[in-house]
């Protein structure tokens, strides 16, 4: 086991560590609080007389020791800004249980209220939860890094008319009274605990895997998904069983501010997945990776970031392979290797946060984490596999998830265990991946594998052909998918006349798109040509939408001029009340936006 100093939490596991939670808490959609009590089971391996925990804006009303009775003494500390307070509890070498009576504060990072207009029934309030990356004690005392690992049970009462599902075994209908009791029987770090809370339904779409949606979205939801359970086979097929027995999605309204994230038995997921194509399905590929890659096998700090996310888009191209074959695969990885390029671009190529090993120490994680971890972790993979072959690679890798599964491993110990038992001591190995350049050093190596897909070579045919003249209505683009139309547009020359740019949309439709990824691609090219027509889509788009993954570049691009940060404000006074505190933090940022 590792105990890495984890410079985002104020608790110290090498000390007391949490091994069980259980939640008893109400949510009041009236007061917009969650509230009760959080149990914690403890291991005091030091015999400590203090236990540390963190929280961010929480209310402790008194904390208790044992299951019932005395009351102890507790403390604050200061706040730190994103970090929250600690809070320090009296104990004893022989305590077993603390209780804490709290509530959280209407304004909890981690949670975003929905009125019942922001939701596609527009008749209920919905509530859900964002832990990662820390986040979690914004609305539960805990040790918040994932170094920690606990299992979990719930007691979650709420509105009679509304559903409530946890990160664990799940209703698949409403109880009379809205009261429902949860367990996760696997120990998992604290970043995966999750909750939403609203009109829920469900519908199966597998032997283990189904999804919730609002009533309104759940046939729809259930088509895009179909494929699901065929992805847990490759993927299992691929690294070993699944661990979490079942494997559902919630489909949540259109503010969350991520396009999938990976709780565990439950994913949560952006509803702009369902294009109605099936054509953005990699995302469920990715969340089901993480399975093994991030749940399973966890990163100790968010220092080490990658070995969640460079191993999961590793394993989400795998199943992608196996599933839909290696053409779609290898679109999938170009699009990767654009989006490292632009990445480090952005970063710039000497910077130390295009190392794949961070240091995110007095720095909010959230804010520091980018696409170096999710591509750069991506190349460094696929070089292994390319370089040693993929037959030994995957079984080195099947065994690396079983011999750290549930628990938390460092950027050191995964190097260590793979010179260990994949390259053993090959100096020639050594020297063809150059494990350090990679890991600690900046940029992108020289060594990195290219990726040659034919299809997009088709595409960069027929761009050439139109920025040589042809009008756009008479390229060849019959058959193709999402993913050509977003090269295509990714590789639209930077400067474009509106002509041109009407001439697409004309024959493209890009501005009237329904689906989201092709919106975000399309949207930096009528921001920068100020293409009037395709406004109305924009602000549509910014308003509806709450994915930072899409608001950030677009604000970012808005904001580059005059008139652009003007029309920025103008519809983000509009749209920041319908944000997470994700995304409303970020681009407050971006916009130097002061509440108003
Ligand atoms: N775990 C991440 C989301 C995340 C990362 C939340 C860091 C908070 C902090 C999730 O698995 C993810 O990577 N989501 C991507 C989807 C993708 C790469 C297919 C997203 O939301 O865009
Ligand atoms: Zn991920």
């Known amino acids: 086991m590792t105990s890495a100093r984890d410079p985002h939490s104020f608790a110290k596991p090498d000390e007391v560590v949490v091994t069980h939670l259980h939640l008893d808490v109400t949510v009041n959609f009236e007061t917009k609080q969650i509230a009760g009590t959080a149990t914690l089971t403890l291991n005091n391996k030091s015999g400590s007389d203090k236990f540390f925990l963190d929280t961010r804006d929480l209310t402790i009303e008194r904390v208790i020791l044992g299951k019932g009775e005395p009351e102890t003494h507790y403390s604050l500390g200061d706040a730190v800004s994103y970090l929250g307070q600690a809070l320090t509890i009296d104990i004893t070498p022989q305590t077993k249980d603390v209780t804490i009576v709290y509530h959280t504060n209407p304004n909890a990072a981690a949670l975003q209220w929905l009125e019942p207009s922001q939701t596609a029934g527009g008749k209920k309030p919905f509530l859900f939860t964002q832990s990662q990356a820390i986040l979690a004690r914004t609305w539960v005392p805990c040790q918040d890094g994932p170094g920690v690992r606990m299992t979990y049970s719930a007691r979650v009462k709420t509105r009679p008319d509304l559903m409530a599902v946890m990160s664990a075994n799940n209703p698949t209908t409403k109880t009379a009274d809205g009261v429902y009791e949860f367990s996760m029987p696997q120990p998992i770090p604290s970043y995966l605990l999750a909750l939403a809370v609203g009109d829920l339904a469900f519908k199966s779409t597998g032997t283990r895997s189904g999804v919730y949606a609002e009533p309104s979205m759940v046939d729809k939801a259930a088509w895009e998904l179909d494929d699901t359970e065929k992805m847990i086979k490759a993927a299992e097929s691929l690294y070993g069983p699944y661990r979490w027995d079942r494997y559902d999605v919630i489909v949540l309204p259109p503010s969350f501010p991520f396009g999938g994230m990976e709780n565990p038995r439950l994913t949560f997921a952006t509803p702009t997945i369902l294009a109605g194509d099936r054509s953005l399905v990699s995302l469920v590929a990715h969340e089901l990776a993480h399975s093994w890659s991030g749940n399973l096998v966890t990163n100790a700090t ?295």
Not at 490 to 498: D, F, H, I, T
Not at 506 to 516: D, E, I, L, Q, V
Not at 541 to 550: I, S, Y
């Open 302 to 596: 968010w220092n080490d970031f990658w070995l969640n996310e460079g191993f999961t888009v590793y394993f989400e191209h795998r199943i992608m392979e196996q599933v839909y074959g290696r053409t779609y695969a290898e679109m999938l990885a170009q699009l990767s290797m654009q989006d490292l390029q632009t990445a480090i671009n952005d970063l710039g190529s000497t910077s130390p946060d295009t190392h794949l090993k961070l240091n995110l120490a007095g720095r909010d994680p959230d804010e520091g984490v980018s696409d170096i971890a999710y591509n750069k972790g991506y190349f460094f993979l696929r070089l292994m596999e390319e370089t040693i072959g993929r037959e030994p690679w995957d079984s080195f890798l099947k065994a690396y998830f079983e011999a750290f599964a549930f628990q938390a491993t460092t950027t050191e110990i995964f190097v260590q265990y793979l010179r260990e038992h994949l390259l053993h001591g090959d100096k020639d190995l050594e020297q063809t991946i150059k494990i350090d350049s990679w890991v600690y050093g900046p940029g992108l190596p020289e060594n990195a594998p290219k990726v040659h897909s034919e299809e997009f070579a088709k595409v960069e045919t027929q761009l050439n052909s139109w920025e040589n003249g042809a009008p756009a209505a008479t390229l060849a683009t019959k058959d193709w998918t999402t993913h050509h139309w977003l090269h295509f547009i990714r590789n639209l020359p930077v400067n474009l006349s509106l002509q041109q740019m009407a001439d697409l949309d004309r024959a493209f439709g890009f501005t009237k798109s329904g689906n989201s990824e092709i919106l975000g691609a399309w949207f930096p090219h009528v921001i920068v040509h100020s293409y009037q027509q395709g406004y109305a889509a924009l602000e549509k788009f910014l308003t509806g939408v709450g994915r930072r993954k899409f608001l950030k570049p677009l604000y970012t691009k808005l904001a580059e001029t005059p008139d652009g940060l003007e029309r920025a404000r103008r519809i983000y006074r509009k749209a920041r009340p319908g944000y997470h505190p994700v995304s409303y933090s970020t681009i407050d940022g971006i916009l130097k936006w002061q509440e108003e």
